[in-house]
């Protein structure tokens, strides 16, 4: 089975599913809505917001990549 959502994937990625956008929102991402949304989401890698906001990512890509299982 191959995984939709991965390490390298961009945040934006994610927040186009409204499913997906709910278990960002449960591992407390901060300032999803803020004026750096935005741009963080465009560049911004699921690791690299991980490391910088110290979420479990192995978690995180657990449960979204039981979504649409």
């Not at 959502?5 to 934006?12: S, V």
Request: net charge negative; aromatic share 6%; proline share 1%.
């Amino acid at each position: 089975m191959t995984e939709k959502y991965n390490e390298n994937t961009k945040l934006a990625e994610v927040l186009n599913s409204s499913e997906a956008s709910k278990v960002v929102g449960k591992f407390k991402l901060p300032c999803l809505h803020c004026a750096m949304a935005a741009y963080e989401a465009g560049v911004l890698t699921l690791g690299q917001i991980s490391k910088a906001y110290n979420i479990d990512l192995d978690s995180l890509l657990k449960e979204l990549n039981e979504i649409d299982q």
